[in-house]
């Protein structure tokens, strides 16, 4: 929509999905809201730069003072979920309208060279991230992230992951903020968390942002091996 209507909600329901070089999106350059995607199926799959989003854009010749909210992306995979190669399932806000609520369940994630994501440029803030499942893997440069990027006012969204197993290999999991806005908190429950292969988990506060955000494990065993970290750091003095 680029007006005060808001859009349409999407919903696709399959046995099974699969995106390369396409999209599933709702956006909104308008003061109405964007639309709630919701993809309903037994497998997912995403590749070569595919991708299902929401996101606020509004239409300003300075500083935007309206816009409206992203809708919310709503991923129900039985079976398996996965994002490769350039691909993303993000929610986003150029404005003052705040980027929409991730949320993932499924019984298998994984996440390689690919990114699931909500973020904020502007004065509205990034959305919460939340997934649920049996097993998550994040591969090389498979990100789970929120950022309040500079020159943003916005906070950054919380992230929250619960599963059995959570394989972190080259991949990260991160909340930061780059503006004057906080970092979100991260919070990961699992029976096991391996976080190798330079791997990392942090909420970074740059100089500008009000805090890091509190990084929360609970977990039956914890191993962090090979360069990889968990860090919560601030920028500012």
């Known amino acids: 929509t680029s007006t005060d209507g808001d859009a349409r909600d999407v919903l696709v329901r399959a046995d099974e999905a ?22 309903d199926t037994g497998t997912l ?31 129900l995979a039985r079976e398996s979920v996965s994002v490769m190669s350039a691909s993303e399932v993000s929610s986003n806000t150029t404005g003052p309208g705040d980027a ?17 994501s909500s973020g904020t440029t502007s004065s509205g803030d990034a959305g919460e991230i939340v997934i649920g499942a049996a097993t998550v893997r994040l591969g090389f440069l498979g990100e789970v992230e929120s950022v309040a990027d500079f020159d943003s006012s916005g906070d950054a969204g919380s992230i929250a992951i619960k599963a059995d197993d959570i394989g972190i290999d080259g991949g990260s999991i991160g909340s930061s903020g780059f503006g004057t806005g906080r970092a ?11 976080v190798d292969g330079l791997g990392g988990i942090s909420s970074i506060a740059g100089l500008g942002a009000e805090a890091p955000g509190a990084i929360d494990i609970s977990a039956g065993l914890v191993r962090v091996d090979n360069g990889s970290l968990i860090s919560s750091s601030s920028g500012s003095s």
């Open 100 to 116: 929409g609520v991730v949320s993932i369940n499924t019984g298998s994630l994984f996440v390689e060279q690919a990114r699931i």
């Open 18 to 39: 699969r995106l390369e070089m396409a999209e599933i999106v709702s956006v909104t350059e308008g003061d109405g809201a964007a639309g709630t995607v919701t993809v």
């Open 184 to 194: 979100g908190t991260i919070a990961l429950a699992a029976d096991t968390l391996l």
């Open 45 to 75: 799959s995403l590749e070569n730069q595919a991708r299902i989003s929401t996101s606020s854009n509004p239409f300003c010749l300075e500083v935007c003072v309206t816009g409206g909210n992203a809708g919310a992306v709503k991923i």
